[in-house]
């Protein structure tokens, strides 16, 4: 079966299925998002406009499927209890996969693939390189309910770990000095260093823990999940994954097999 025949028919057989049935009946599409991740799903806190790959995905997902669609503010700490509250269909927000996420969620098929970096200051002298992360008196931080804090808190072996709850951010505890140094990935790095001058940004100086990006839904719905993995295969084939990516400045992390 050609590639394009494939995607059409799991896109047909996805049409009838719980979730379909629920989007279709309200016309409407609810996609949770987190809305401070650049590139991804960022709201300008001057305009309000959201902009990134995901909500431009989300966009297109909607408009394939006929309805209109309504973004539900969340963050990594909540979003699985939303998406099992049936508050939003799917999360739209780059969620890493993980062995714990796969557990309690419904994992598309990934889209993005990414590495870990770290933030600190330009004036910090405990933290010049990557090797000084895991040292005696280094305080890393990480934000709550992202794959970085479980990761953290098995590598780290010498520095201490903080784990930032929001409304509190990891930006802020680093310019106030009270961490030396934070974990986040590509996108979130790269929001620091576009609109930051007092930052700097540290790459592994090897692969540290390369994890896929996938749309997460609540399990139990096979129908759903066939129907989002269609619109993922899609959009990588036909070249809308790839135009988004590179608008967003997100190519680098575009899977290539």
């Not at 896109?11 to 949770?32: D, H, N, W």
């Not at 070249?239 to 190519?251: K, N, S």
């Given at each position: 079966?050609?590639?394009?025949?494939?995607i059409a028919?799991?896109?047909?057989?996805?049409?009838?299925?719980?979730?379909?049935?629920?989007?279709?009946?309200?016309?409407?599409?609810?996609?949770?998002?987190?809305p401070?991740?650049?590139?991804?799903?960022?709201?300008?806190p001057?305009?309000?406009?959201?902009?990134?790959?995901d909500?431009?995905m989300?966009?297109?997902?909607?408009?394939e499927l006929?309805?209109?669609?309504?973004?539900?503010?969340t963050?990594f700490?909540?979003?699985?209890?939303?998406?099992?509250?049936?508050?939003?269909?799917?999360?739209?927000m780059?969620?890493?996969v993980?062995?714990q996420?796969?557990?309690?969620?419904?994992?598309?098929?990934?889209?993005?693939?990414?590495?870990?970096?770290?933030?600190?200051?330009?004036?910090?002298?405990?933290?010049?390189?990557?090797?000084?992360?895991?040292?005696?008196?280094?305080?890393?931080?990480?934000?709550?309910g992202t794959?970085?804090?479980?990761?953290?808190?098995?590598?780290?072996?010498?520095a201490?770990?903080?784990?930032?709850?929001?409304?509190?951010?990891?930006?802020?505890?680093?310019?106030?000095?009270?961490?030396?140094?934070?974990?986040?990935?590509?996108?979130?790095?790269?929001?620091m260093?576009?609109?930051?001058?007092w930052?700097?940004?540290?790459?592994?100086?090897?692969p540290?823990?390369?994890?896929?990006?996938?749309?997460?839904?609540?399990?139990g719905?096979?129908?759903?999940?066939?129907?989002?993995?269609a619109?993922?295969?899609?959009i990588?084939?036909d070249?809308?994954?790839?135009?988004?990516?590179?608008?967003?400045?997100?190519?680098p992390?575009?899977?290539?097999?």
């Open positions: 079966m050609a590639f394009g025949c494939s028919a799991l896109a047909q057989a996805g049409e009838a299925g719980g979730q379909l049935e629920k989007i279709r009946a309200s016309k409407t599409l609810r996609v949770c998002i987190w401070d991740y650049y590139g991804l799903s960022f709201r300008n001057k305009s309000g406009t959201l902009s990134g790959l909500t431009d989300a966009r297109e997902f909607a408009r006929g309805v209109s669609l309504r973004f539900v503010d963050t700490g909540r979003f699985i209890e939303d998406l099992d509250a049936d508050r939003c269909d799917i999360a739209m780059g969620v890493a993980t062995p996420r796969a557990e309690r969620l419904a994992l598309s098929r990934p889209y993005l693939r990414g590495d870990v970096y770290a933030v600190t200051t330009r004036h910090n002298t405990r933290v010049r390189s990557w090797q000084d992360i895991d040292r005696p008196g280094t305080r890393v931080a990480v934000l709550a794959y970085h804090e479980p990761l953290m808190r098995e590598r780290l072996q010498q201490e770990l903080v784990v930032v709850v929001p409304p509190r951010t990891r930006e802020a505890e680093l310019e106030s000095g009270r961490v030396d140094v934070f974990m986040s990935d590509f996108p979130f790095t790269r929001k260093r576009d609109h930051n001058d930052v700097r940004v540290f790459a592994p100086p090897a540290y823990f390369l994890v896929n990006s996938a749309y997460a839904l609540k399990r719905d096979a129908a759903w999940l066939q129907r989002v993995d619109f993922v295969a899609a990588r084939a070249g809308r994954l790839l135009e988004a990516a590179r608008r967003y400045g997100l190519d992390m575009m899977i290539k097999d």
